[in-house]
């Protein structure tokens, strides 16, 4: 039995995430957001230097009006700081980790998606960004880029703040007028925006490319997290992939077949895919906080090609 099949076993007994990672691939305010000048990543280390302290002046500026208590997170199923013994916690930070070794600490952009719908790709593009966020000397940005069922608007109660939609349809919007402090310190989001028609060429356009590397060069030291529309539901998420650094898949684990999660896999560049999340969402708020928190994440450092092996061989035994 393979390491990942005991690992599948693992999760269907702990109800956690299984993540399988690749080896195969070599502002405090929209004011002080729009006040910060876009900081590129310049090549020598006088120059990186120089770009890291700009970056941490910045960085420096970005407090919260007012920040989220421990309930509130706890009710959106938001990781935070004081539960560094939580498995949960320390499994996103090792994640974070692992993708810091990856890009050899440069930022980037990571889309997150999912096989199927309901698979908990905005949870899992919510906490790694959180993660980010711990390091003092790191931001993170999380953009909802599923237009037609936006996840990120919870965090947003009470409120339709301006965000993607309204940016690509209004050439009079600054990038700044977009990212929204949520009371996270060091986090920021970029909400859908407008509910509306969404136009098939909404990615295709220049002005959304342009948008993507404004936000990545504006701090030299955020990550991108882009909550992308499962890939079983439209083709918008294969053209948000080409324009992202890298990809993570959530797999709902036992509510799809290994064919399908062989289709999506097969679709995506294999040197963008940094992973596969196996998920199996924490249960319904209404529990104990301390309950809730017992889904764990089981990190392996089996190769991408084994999972492949794994899932073609178990479907060839059907």
């Not at 989001?189 to 969404?198: H, N, Q, T």
């Not at 504006?218 to 083709?235: G, H, K, N, Q, W």
């Not at 324009?243 to 684990?253: A, E, F, I, N, S």
């Not at 062989?262 to 209404?286: H, R, Y």
């Amino acid at each position: 039995m393979s390491k990942i099949e005991k690992a599948l076993g693992r999760a269907r007994s702990e109800k956690g995430l299984v993540v399988v990672g690749s080896r195969t691939r070599a502002d405090g305010s929209n004011q002080a957001d729009s006040q910060s000048r876009d900081l590129t990543v310049p090549e020598g280390k006088a120059a990186g230097t120089q770009s890291r302290a700009d970056a941490a002046a910045a960085i420096a500026q970005m407090n919260e009006p007012s920040l989220r208590d421990r309930s509130e997170l706890t009710l959106q199923r938001i990781i935070y700081p004081d539960m560094a013994e939580n498995s949960t916690v320390q499994a996103f930070r090792e994640i974070r980790t692992r993708i810091l070794q990856k890009t050899h600490g440069q930022n980037c952009v990571i889309m997150v998606t999912s096989v199927a719908g309901d698979s908990g790709s905005t949870f899992v593009a919510t906490n790694l960004g959180v993660a980010f966020a711990f390091d003092a000397g790191k931001t993170a940005l999380l953009v909802d880029c599923n237009l037609r069922n936006p996840g990120l608007q919870k965090l947003f109660p009470n409120q339709s703040p301006l965000g993607i939609t309204d940016y690509l349809e209004k050439a009079d919007l600054d990038v700044a007028d977009i990212i929204h402090p949520i009371g996270i310190e060091r986090l920021r989001v970029i909400p859908a925006g407008d509910r509306r028609e969404i136009p098939s060429e909404y990615f295709t356009s220049l002005r959304m490319k342009q948008l993507l590397s404004n936000i990545r060069q504006r701090y030299a030291e955020r990550f991108i997290l882009v909550d992308a529309p499962p890939m079983s539901e439209t083709a918008d998420t294969q053209i948000l992939a080409e324009l992202c650094d890298y990809v993570l898949l959530v797999v709902p684990y036992g509510k799809v077949t290994n064919s399908q999660v062989d289709t999506c896999i097969k679709s995506l560049d294999s040197k963008k895919v940094l992973g596969v999340v196996f998920n199996n969402e924490p249960s319904a708020p209404s529990l104990d906080w301390k309950e809730m928190w017992k889904a764990s994440l089981v990190l392996l450092r089996d190769s991408f090609l084994e999972l492949i092996r794994t899932i073609r061989n178990a479907a060839k035994k059907k």
